[in-house]
């Protein structure tokens, strides 16, 4: 079993940066898989960037690709999204999602647990 927290969203002007953090219980977090996702109001769920569950490697959307970066830390049972260079359509609710001893899994369909959330905003 995984709990899943997310912290760090909220408001942030185009351009700017923002670091979400997935805290996860359980004592199976260094054997997950790690992704993130997010959905905007009227749009569907997207993926945005998973990490396989040794770390060494890594699946970005396209739309985010050199913007964002995910990565973990076993030792703190917590995974990040670094997000540069925000744009207005980069604001969602940002989820976190975890899958046992998987790859960087991209369909959400996949994963077992997830966390409740936190909100991005964009603004211009």
């Known amino acids: 079993q995984v709990q899943l927290v997310e912290s760090g969203g909220g408001s942030v002007q185009a351009g700017g940066s923002l670091r979400l953090s997935c805290l996860a219980s359980g004592r199976t977090f260094s054997s997950c898989a790690m992704g993130w996702f997010r959905q905007a109001p009227g749009k569907e769920r997207e993926f945005v960037a998973a990490?396989?569950?040794?770390?060494?490697?890594?699946n970005y959307a396209d739309s985010v690709q050199g913007r964002f970066t995910i990565s973990r830390d076993n030792g703190k049972t917590t995974v990040y999204l670094q997000m540069n260079s925000l744009k207005p359509e980069d604001t969602a609710v940002y989820y976190c999602?975890?899958?046992?001893?998987?790859?960087?899994?991209?369909?959400?369909?996949?994963?077992?647990?997830w966390g409740q959330g936190t909100q991005v905003t964009v603004s211009t």
């Open positions: 990490i396989d569950w040794i770390g060494g490697s890594t």
């Open positions: 999602a975890a899958r046992y001893r998987a790859p960087a899994v991209v369909d959400g369909r996949a994963y077992n647990f």
